[in-house]
């Protein structure tokens, strides 16, 4: 693409469009010829820079007439390349980024989809008010999160954060809005989906009555699968407002765990069955969330964060963990492996969950030097292949893993309408290319 067209219709419509001599190279947040995994580059030919719902409808619609595609990049999180554009035009999400609408009476919230949840919980904060699952990092968006699913502090209890979207006004490749609520097939879709369908503008969240105030401690097992039976134990019985676990890369797999609960302390330790509890202890969770942590990270991280069936997918993990220490893996997580235990999503046909009962979530979410990335993504990617032909599903930020048939495992019973959706919507696939 020459981007001379763009450039000149961006100019006439007062649309900010930058092309490389703007951009500071090297910062994840600013340039973007990287992501957050930074063991990629591509160059785009622009960025486009709407600031409005208006001005990305326009946007979209003049890519689509030029036939242009581009890429939609908010925060840059991703790990494997998936806001990058080699020639193409990225949009940048960051401008929409405003509360559109807050009631408390219904608890909800409408937020445009650039916005950070940092920006959400900092609004809700003041009237002990936040959504009910937030994931480890506020820094990321809306939009970008909900269109991968959002693992978090509560979803043990709440599912992920695309479960917790009552509508959305999205924008389809011609530019039309479209007002969408669950059970709309561009709602469905454009949930999980790795924003094949559609861009989304704003997203009305539920929220709950809870301030930032955590009564919690450390809760240790000495093995995954003993914490898996705590972790279930603590789903069954909807124990738990913020329940976060790690596996530490040592012999046993032992797995800690911060758990306890926003205003007051309710959840009887004996219910959840612990190998060893740290005293109960209070935390300021809005305290915490304003550490930026983004001088801390100097590394390349190339992700596989997966899925896996329970209870055959804990078999599954002890192999990956296997090939992770042949590999030499593990000095590359020193702060162990994030796992989860989740439910399979009602009503979310593009949930990075296998359908039909309990997951184990795990990331392997490396810290290398950049100049190690060559020789450890085909070992990821190898990794990631193997746990999709034992039924894992793959988090859609993750490296991509050049399967045959991933679109298949992936997405199962539900591609054929994906397919029949991105057929309708897009059909000459301008909007974040991939496999579909
Ligand atoms: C340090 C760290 C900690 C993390 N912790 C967690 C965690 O605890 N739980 C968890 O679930 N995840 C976690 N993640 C992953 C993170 O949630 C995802 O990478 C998420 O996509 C980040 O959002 P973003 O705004 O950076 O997205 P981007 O990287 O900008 O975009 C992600 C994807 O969404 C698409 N997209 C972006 N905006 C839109 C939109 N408005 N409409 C349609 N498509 C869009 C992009 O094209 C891309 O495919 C973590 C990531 C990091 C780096």
Redesign the pocket.
């Known amino acids: 693409m020459s981007p001379d067209a763009i450039i000149a219709w961006a100019s006439a419509h007062g649309v900010r469009c930058t092309t490389r001599e703007a951009w500071p190279r090297g910062d994840f947040r600013t340039d973007p010829r990287i992501?957050?995994g930074r063991w990629l580059e591509r160059t785009p030919g622009c960025v486009l820079h709407p600031t409005d719902v208006d001005q990305l409808a326009a946007v979209m619609r003049e890519l689509a007439a030029q036939g242009v595609p581009f890429?939609?990049?908010?925060?840059?999180?991703?790990a494997g390349g998936?806001?990058l554009s080699d020639g193409g035009a990225v949009i940048d999400?960051r401008g929409l980024d405003r509360i559109v609408a807050d009631d408390p009476a219904a608890q909800t919230i409408t937020v445009e989809?650039g916005a950070w949840w940092l920006a959400v919980t900092r609004h809700l904060a003041p009237a002990r008010r936040r959504p009910p699952v937030l994931?480890?990092?506020l820094r990321?968006?809306i939009?970008?999160?909900l269109?991968?699913?959002?693992?978090?502090d509560a979803t043990h209890r709440h599912g992920l954060q695309a479960q917790q979207v009552r509508a959305m006004t999205v924008v389809t490749v011609d530019g039309t809005r479209h007002i969408v609520r669950p059970g709309d097939a561009l709602f469905d879709h454009a949930l999980c989906g790795?924003?094949q369908l559609a861009?989304?503008a704003d997203a009305t969240l539920t929220t709950v009555r809870r301030s930032a105030i955590l009564h919690g401690r450390m809760l240790h097992w000495r093995s995954l699968a003993a914490y898996i039976d705590g972790a279930i134990r603590a789903m069954d019985g909807g124990h738990y407002d913020v329940f976060r676990a790690r596996m530490a890369w040592q012999p046993g797999l032992p797995v800690s765990a911060v758990a306890g609960d926003l205003d007051a302390p309710i959840t009887p330790l004996a219910r959840i069955r612990p190998d060893d509890a740290s005293p109960l202890e209070q935390l300021d969770l809005a305290a915490l969330a304003e550490d930026d942590p983004h001088a801390r990270w100097d590394f390349a991280s190339p992700a596989l964060e997966l899925a896996l069936p329970l209870p055959d997918g804990l078999a599954t993990w002890y192999r990956l963990v296997e090939r992770v220490a042949e590999a030499g893996l593990q000095r590359f997580m020193p702060r162990g492996s994030?796992v989860m235990v989740v439910k399979s999503p009602v009503g979310l046909p593009l949930a990075p969950v296998p359908p039909g009962g309990l997951a184990l979530f795990g990331a392997l979410r490396l810290e290398l030097p950049p100049a190690e990335a060559p020789r450890v993504v085909p070992i990821l990617r190898e990794l990631g292949r193997q746990a999709m032909r034992e039924g894992a599903r793959v988090y859609l930020?993750s490296i991509e893993l050049e399967a045959d048939g991933f679109l298949e495992q992936q997405f199962g019973a539900a591609l054929p309408r994906l397919r029949a959706l991105k057929d309708q919507h897009d059909p000459r696939r301008l909007l974040?290319p991939w496999l579909l």
């Open positions: 992501d957050f890429t939609t990049r908010a925060a840059a999180h991703s998936q806001v999400l989809s994931t480890d990092n990321s968006s939009g970008g999160t269109a991968v699913g959002g693992f978090g790795r924003g861009v989304i994030s930020m974040n």
